[in-house]
């Protein structure tokens, strides 16, 4: 009992060590049982974020206004596909399965991001989308690209290569509308104003009502608070408004020459969490269109398997 509680004491231990060091941590790696619930947690439900937000955009590849905008819109759009791929890949290696993954989101055990259950309701919130939530999602994962998982790291790596153009792709659609005619401004400025806030919120609480944070920086899977995170895109992204000449909905936006950065107005928490718990304007429209996919896409699994399961038998069975 005594050497058990040596070993496991030598083993957090040299975790620890690895972590301090700024060392990555790899799969095989011993790790602490917390950090491993928390990384599944959060990886998981980045995975699912990247599927579910295939969404909101698929809605409009059968609208898009040109030949151009489909195809880029269908190549972003499964540049999210493969986002959330390797996201569950590298998931996996913490030891859970694909399917209880899967199994967590239907039972609404696991979260996806607060953006996705937001409705798209025309050509502009494609703009929107692109340029506020993949922006505020390059902001996030750049600093994850540090984040102290090997696996999620390097996601992060080639992720970010991608967003950046879903970022300027969304910005392009935005600087267009505002180059053209009265309606199109209008139409931008209302997608602005709808998407501003919920994109904010992508951040999470505030730094004081985050309970994940704590273990998050100790064991340096966070770099960067939520907050931190939230002023850098709020910085960036009201030097774009303005040149393109949109207005941020926000009378309370104010530079703080003090602390470097925007000041904002108060964000709709409660909104947030009524999202966050399943009650946001599309959470079970999207759920559902999940559930749905997912099980009519039973035998393409099947086959699969069965395929390897043959495969495997015939390199065994010789
Ligand atoms: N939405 O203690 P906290 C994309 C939850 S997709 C929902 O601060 P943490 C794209 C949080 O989970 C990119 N829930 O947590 C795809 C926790 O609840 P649980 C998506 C949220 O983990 C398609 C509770 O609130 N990016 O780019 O330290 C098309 C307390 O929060 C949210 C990622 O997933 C939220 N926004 O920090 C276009 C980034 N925020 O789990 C674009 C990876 C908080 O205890 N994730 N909650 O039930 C992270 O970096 C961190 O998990 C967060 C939250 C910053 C989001």
């Given at each position: 009992m005594e050497k058990t509680d040596t070993v496991l004491e030598e083993m957090l231990k040299n975790f620890e060590e690895k972590i301090n060091r700024g060392d990555a941590i790899e799969p095989k790696d011993k790790m602490p049982d917390g950090y491993r619930k928390h990384l599944i947690r959060q990886m998981s439900q980045h995975a699912h974020s990247e599927v579910i937000g295939m969404q909101p955009e698929g809605n409009w590849i059968t609208r898009a206004p040109s030949l151009r905008a489909k195809q880029i819109l269908l190549a972003k759009i499964q540049d999210e596909g493969g986002h959330g791929l390797y996201l569950y890949s590298a998931a996996e290696t913490l030891g859970i399965s694909r399917s209880e993954l899967i199994n967590q989101l239907h039972t609404g055990k696991a979260k996806y991001s607060n953006i996705f259950n937001y409705p798209t309701l025309n050509w502009a919130d494609i703009g929107a989308i692109g340029w506020l939530v993949d922006g505020a999602a390059i902001v996030n994962q750049v600093s994850l690209q540090r984040t102290s998982y090997g696996p999620y790291s390097r996601a992060m790596v080639r992720i970010c290569k991608e967003e950046s153009f879903h970022q300027r792709q969304g910005y392009e659609i935005m600087a267009k509308m505002m180059a053209g005619t009265k309606e199109q401004q209008e139409m931008a400025q209302d997608a602005m104003n709808r998407w501003w806030w919920p994109s904010l919120m992508m951040f999470g609480p505030h730094d004081g009502d985050s309970p994940h944070t704590g273990d998050a920086f100790k064991w340096k899977i966070k770099r960067h608070s939520n907050d931190e995170l939230r002023h850098k895109f709020i910085d960036k992204t009201v030097q774009q408004a303005e040149v393109i000449g949109l207005t941020i909905p926000d009378k309370d936006l104010k530079w703080n020459e003090a602390k470097g950065h925007y000041d904002h107005g108060a964000i709709n928490w409660d909104e947030f969490y009524r999202t966050i718990n399943?009650?946001?304007?599309c959470n079970r429209q999207r759920l559902a269109h999940h559930i749905k996919v997912h099980n009519e896409g039973a035998w393409v699994r099947e086959a699969a398997e069965a395929y390897r399961a043959k495969k495997e038998k015939a390199i065994f069975n010789n």
């Open positions: 399943g009650n946001g304007p």
